[in-house]
């Protein structure tokens, strides 16, 4: 925690330290924070941009943590998957109420991504971080993804403690893994490169309910889903337009070596 201090510091932005240590935002969070996030907590719009641009120029503390058990470019399929509108519902609950929700949102994706091999390597706020090929890798990784992203968006949807949406985001690409950090519920599993940053950034794209794909994860599922191009996307700490696909339902004629 002291390297986020640090890093505040010379932002001239200490007085944060505090905030950021009890909503816990380490250093392996900050490539995945959203303006949102940061407005949620209750930093300024001058500040987040401040934030973020030192973010995107990439000064940002390394993670000395990782030096210790990382192993050689693998590739992996990185879901992150969002709940919409928690700011309204802060409006409206109780904060334990809240808390509780937020819960059963997790606890729902985490059933969805489970059924497809898939691995929760980190709860941040209402988001959640999944991996799709590490620890244990399967030829079909990314439709994986794709399916446990359409269940965990039925799932949610489906929940009677409050009208709750979910946008999901997801990229394949080769990564760096690195020994898990922490420990028991704290425990998370580092994957390292521009993968897990898309995914984040994809998500922030997507509307409500729907599913976004990265161009790398669509060349990989053929004909196996209904899709929709979502265009050119400029996403922030991503250099140059990445393109996305909106991913509708699984396809009625279904193969993974049909052109595209």
Do not use: C
């Amino acid at each position: 925690m002291q390297q986020i201090v640090d890093w505040l510091e010379k932002l001239d932005l200490g007085r944060y330290a505090q905030l950021f240590a009890e909503t816990e935002i380490d250093v392996s969070v900050l490539p995945h924070l959203t303006d949102q996030d940061l407005k949620e907590i209750g930093v300024p719009l001058e500040h987040r941009r401040k934030i973020f641009a030192a973010i995107n120029a990439g000064s940002i503390p390394p993670l000395p943590e990782l030096t210790i058990g990382i192993r050689p470019n693998r590739q992996v399929t990185v879901m992150f998957s969002d709940l919409v509108g928690s700011t309204a519902l802060s409006a409206r609950m109780e904060p334990e109420v809240l808390r509780e929700v937020i819960s059963v949102y997790q606890t729902s994706v985490a059933v969805a991504v489970r059924r497809f091999d898939g691995f929760v390597a980190k709860y941040i706020g209402d988001g959640v971080l999944v991996y799709f090929g590490y620890p244990e890798a399967h030829a079909d990784d990314p439709e994986r993804a794709v399916r446990a992203g359409l269940e965990l968006i039925a799932a949610v949807s489906t929940l009677t403690h409050a009208a709750l949406q979910t946008r999901v985001g997801i990229a394949t690409g080769l990564a760096v893994v690195g020994d898990r950090i922490g420990s028991d519920s704290a425990q998370e599993q580092a994957v390292v490169g521009k993968t897990p940053n898309l995914a984040a950034r994809l998500q922030s794209v997507a509307e409500p309910n729907m599913v976004v794909i990265a161009e790398s994860t669509r060349k990989l599922l053929g004909n196996l889903f209904e899709i929709e191009d979502f265009g050119g996307k400029d996403l922030k700490g991503i250099s140059g337009a990445e393109r996305a696909w909106a991913v509708l339902r699984p396809s009625s004629v279904e193969s993974r070596h049909a052109g595209a």
